[in-house]
């Protein structure tokens, strides 16, 4: 019964055919998660693929200890990300990680395309492709709702919008309607092989390997989460707490991080959402924190033919919100409008498009239309204004559709329309990955730059600038605090925990829930498996093309203030030159020589033909 986790399930879209393989050694050797998605990327994903081709692979992969205790509740997935073009990982919560694990299955490699709009059923052992044309244009929403039924056992649903149809780049994929894989173009690429959503049920039991330890850890856990203040705030206001205090700290990215501070913050705070909107919160299975805030949205329903009638009917919309869509489409356009804000919201959420990117994108053609770079015509007669949610609900309509040649290119990413019209110094982003809402300081860049996801999440660089306040902090410190903390999470992450609980699974405790499950190991061990995780990431990355270079990090950083003062392009490059060198000191060759770019590039076989 264990080794039903370790089971990893191939299925050819093209050929509509399944097989499933053991996985037993790469699960012992790497957990789960990120450790085992990292080596199943570089075994299945062909060198410089596009990312749109059949051959591209998506990998979903579970934790070694989903649906064993409280926040071990992240699914993952890997695939060459069409806006980067390199390394595509997110992670997403809600019930798919506990379904596949439910299921009997540790992993899920997908490749092919299917010639049709199609969805993919997986059910313990059967797996079926249904043709699913019906779907194609068709919501999140209603193909959510279209699929869920009412199983025995666990289910999740994954579906594309209109974005993921359409290829935009980053369009994401929503996981049971209110949680997301989003970020890097997941749901391009499931559009791309027109898989419009896949339904999971798992009727299985996940057998424990020492019971009693587990019930004892699982109660201890559990009150730390439940009882502590660690995690009180997710639960409480949930992250759009941070919209003030990132405005005290002077932090706040406003008006396409011109400004670290937003006059309207207020009007759009957490409270005002928890007293006008809020209608309900959400927890994924066996979490116990509900940190996913709902908002009640009332949308006016058919107002064209209501005209005359003083009574409007409207439809209601519930829409999931938190800090960082709130910065994005928020302070960083600077709307003020709350429900304006949540319109914003749920346009992303019923196209399935990343908001933090979508904000990003509508505040540089903002700010190029400004300056005359780009045209009404362009624009398609739509002026974007700062704070006027209006245009930028028309524009973002376009975009999904693109509508033309410079909706197409904004539907590429931020970076690609500043190579094509010009101001690249005011197209934010890291690693053509649009920043998170930190104005905190020179480890939040040079974090975002490097990390394997360009991702806030990948190593905490504002975390770091953060405790810079408080003691001032070297370069070369900022940089190991960087390497430490991206090494430690992708233990945490191969182990299925969500990162808000970061605090409750210290280092200790993760050896003690891990000897649980009979994996003896110790804290250093750990800590070299999650060096390994990185640098099996960085390989993908490395062979993709990528190297972390100054030159990518747009003038705008350096114009405005941050919590830690302005910053001097010299303070970047000297915690990136530290942080390389010290990966260079664990082994990984950022620069590549010419016979190791040749083994990269080599073919190599898959799991399935090795066994």
């Given at each position: 019964?264990r ?26 050797k790497?957990l789960?998660?990120?450790g085992?998605?990292?080596k199943l ?12 081709s ?8 579970v934790?070694a200890?989903?649906?064993v ?16 073009g ?9 019930h ?11 992993a ?15 059910s ?9 044309s019906?779907?194609?244009g068709v919501?999140?929403?209603?193909v ?6 009412s ?5 999740s649903?994954?579906?594309i ?7 935009v780049?980053?369009?994401?994929a929503?996981?049971d ?10 749901g ?5 092989k027109?898989?419009?959503?896949l ?10 390997k ?10 201890e ?23 003030l205090v ?14 670290p501070?937003f ?19 959400i ?5 116990p924190v509900?940190c ?6 009332a949308?006016?329903?058919a107002?064209?033919h ?11 919309f ?5 800090y960082?869509?709130?910065?994005a489409?928020?302070s ?9 804000l ?6 992303c ?8 990117i ?9 700010e ?15 002026v ?13 309509e ?28 005011f ?7 649009g920043p ?5 300081g020179p ?9 394997a ?12 600038d ?7 902090l ?6 190991e605090?960087l390497?430490?903390?991206e090494?430690?999470?992708?233990v945490l992450?191969?182990l299925?925990a ?6 409750v699974y ?20 750990l800590k ?10 960085y ?11 100054f030159?990518d990090?747009p ?6 203030e ?19 060198k ?9 620069v ?10 080599a ?9």
């Amino acid at each position: 019964m264990r080794k039903m986790r370790e089971r990893i399930l191939y299925i050819d879209l093209t050929e509509q055919s399944t097989k499933v393989v053991e996985g037993g050694e790469l699960f012992k050797k790497y957990l789960g998660g990120p450790g085992v998605g990292s080596k199943l990327l570089l075994e299945e994903c062909p060198p410089r693929v596009d990312p749109f081709s059949p051959e591209a692979p998506v990998i979903f992969t579970v934790g070694a200890l989903t649906a064993v205790f409280p926040c071990m509740v992240k699914a993952f997935a890997f695939f060459k990300s069409p806006l980067t073009g390199n390394l595509g990982e997110s992670h997403a919560g809600g019930h798919l990680a506990t379904a596949l694990t439910l299921a009997g299955y540790g992993a899920v490699v997908v490749k092919g395309a299917a010639e049709k709009p199609s969805v993919l059923r997986i059910s313990d052992e059967e797996v079926k492709l249904e043709q699913a044309s019906s779907l194609w244009g068709v919501s999140t929403f209603q193909v959510e709702k279209t699929l869920r039924g009412s199983p025995e056992g666990m289910r999740s649903v994954v579906s594309i919008g209109r974005a993921g149809e359409n290829l935009v780049y980053y369009a994401g994929a929503l996981v049971d309607r209110y949680h997301h894989f989003g970020r890097l173009g997941l749901g391009a690429v499931l559009g791309s092989k027109k898989l419009k959503a896949l339904q999971v049920t798992g009727t299985r039991e996940r057998p424990l390997k020492k019971a009693d330890e587990a019930k004892a850890l699982y109660e201890e856990f559990h009150r730390k989460i439940v009882e502590g203040e660690v995690m009180a705030k997710y639960h409480n206001l949930g992250t759009p707490e941070n919209l003030l205090v990132l405005n005290e700290m002077g932090a706040l990215p406003t008006r396409n991080f011109q400004k670290p501070r937003f006059e309207g913050v207020e009007k759009i705070s957490g409270d005002v959402y928890a007293e006008a909107f809020l209608r309900r919160k959400i927890s994924c299975p066996g979490c116990p924190v509900a940190c996913i805030h709902v908002a009640r949205l009332a949308v006016p329903f058919a107002p064209e033919h209501e005209k005359a009638r003083r009574e409007i009917f409207t439809e209601e919309f519930q829409v999931p919100y938190n800090y960082e869509p709130m910065y994005a489409l928020g302070s960083n356009l600077e709307i003020s409008d709350p429900e304006g804000l949540l319109r914003l919201i749920f346009l992303c959420e019923y196209h399935a498009l990343d908001a933090m990117i979508a904000g990003n994108v509508l505040a540089w053609a903002t700010e190029a239309y400004e300056k005359g770079l780009v045209s009404r015509e362009d624009s398609l007669g739509v002026v974007p204004r700062w704070g006027d949610w209006e245009s930028y609900a028309r524009m973002l309509e376009n975009i999904v559709e693109t509508r033309n040649p410079f909706y197409a290119k904004l539907a590429q990413g931020v970076k690609a329309a500043a190579e094509k019209y010009g101001g690249l110094d005011f197209a934010m982003n890291l690693g053509k990955n649009g920043p998170a809402g930190y104005m905190t300081g020179p480890a939040f860049i040079v974090g975002g730059l490097v990390g394997a996801r360009h991702s806030h999440l990948s190593n905490a660089g504002y975390s770091v600038d953060q405790r810079a306040l408080k003691k001032p902090l070297t370069p070369r410190e900022m940089a190991e605090r960087l390497v430490a903390e991206e090494n430690w999470l992708y233990v945490l992450y191969s182990l299925g925990a969500c990162y808000f609980s970061r605090r409750v699974y210290t280092e200790e405790a993760v050896v003690k829930a891990l000897k649980a499950e009979g994996v003896e190991t110790t804290v250093e061990e750990l800590k070299a498996l999650g060096r390994k995780i990185f640098h099996n990431l960085y390989k993908f990355k490395l062979q993709e093309g990528f190297r972390p270079s100054f030159k990518d990090v747009p003038g705008r950083f350096f114009e405005g203030e941050t919590s830690l003062g302005k910053l001097e392009p010299s303070q970047v490059e000297e915690i990136l030159s530290h942080y390389v060198k010290l990966r260079r000191r664990e082994g990984l060759k950022l620069v590549p020589e010419e016979k190791m770019l040749m083994d990269l590039l080599a073919p190599k076989k898959s799991r399935g033909e090795e066994t």
